[in-house]
T-cell receptor
Framework: AQKVTQAQTEISVVEKEDVTLDCVYE???????LFWYKQPPSGELVFLIR??????QNEISGRYSWNFQKSTSSFNFTITASQVVDSAVYFC???????????FGKGTRLHILP | NAGVTQTPKFQVLKTGQSMTLQCAQD?????MSWYRQDPGMGLRLIHY???????DQGEVPNGYNVSRSTTEDFPLRLLSAAPSQTSVYFC?????????FGPGTRLLVL
């Protein structure tokens, strides 16, 4: 069965600090997909990234970067030089290749303090 | 191209009332799904559909019905609302393993 664990319920950092959000997943499939979504205070869900299990290269997009490590079943998300606008709930999610369902973690609420 | 739309945005129901949450997408996606979001629980899958005429249960299907008569529409029905169904409901459609979410419906059951 697939499972996503986001152990950090809530994190607060001061603006301009770097912050890493942890995501650990469980799956029996060798082919799967990992995602990160952002939910700002306005409530909508915003897609950030999708990664397939065969691509372990780290990804960087501006101040955002993702570290995928199959050896530890982790897909961590780092925000560099955080800004107040990064304050949101962030969800990690998993989808197995043989199943269209996407299972979400419980989310991490990130507070960036000015 | 409106993406995924949901109506209503907010609804108050009394226990025992029924209602339908509407969801529509104009992207011709086959896969659609319904989630509920509760504090501290993340997003939990209620029902999903891999195409018109095909639906299946997710993690928390009890108390909800769905149907999929067209590719575009995927309504979620509450037959007899309960306070435990107070939540924010998100509809999503999926293409290429990426989900596109609607804006959500906030439901309060008194």
């Amino acid at each position: 069965a697939q499972k996503v664990t986001q152990a950090q319920t809530e994190i607060s950092v001061v603006e301009k600090e770097d912050v890493t959000l942890d995501c650990v997943y469980e799956t029996r499939d060798t082919t799967y997909y990992l995602f990160w979504y952002k939910q700002p205070p306005s409530g909508e869900l915003v897609f950030l990234i999708r990664r397939n299990s065969f691509d372990e290269q780290n990804e960087i997009s501006g101040r955002y970067s993702w570290n995928f490590q199959k050896s530890t079943s982790s897909f961590n998300f780092t925000i560099t030089a955080s800004q107040v606008v990064d304050s949101a709930v962030y969800f990690c999610a998993l989808s197995e290749a043989g199943d269209d369902k996407i299972i979400f973690g419980k989310g991490t609420r990130l507070h960036i303090l000015p | 191209n409106a993406g995924v739309t949901q109506t209503p945005k907010f609804q108050v129901l009394k226990t025992g009332q029924s209602m339908t949450l509407q969801c529509a997408q104009d992207m011709n996606h086959e896969y659609m799904s319904w989630y509920r979001q509760d504090p501290g629980m993340g997003l939990r899958l209620i029902h999903y559909s891999v195409g018109a005429g095909i639906t299946d249960q997710g993690e928390v299907p009890n108390g909800y019905n769905v149907s999929r008569s067209t590719t575009e529409d995927f309504p979620l029905r509450l037959l007899s609302a309960a306070p435990s169904q107070t939540s924010v409901y998100f509809c999503a459609s999926t293409k290429g393993r990426t989900q596109y979410f609607g804006p959500g419906t906030r439901l309060l059951v008194l």
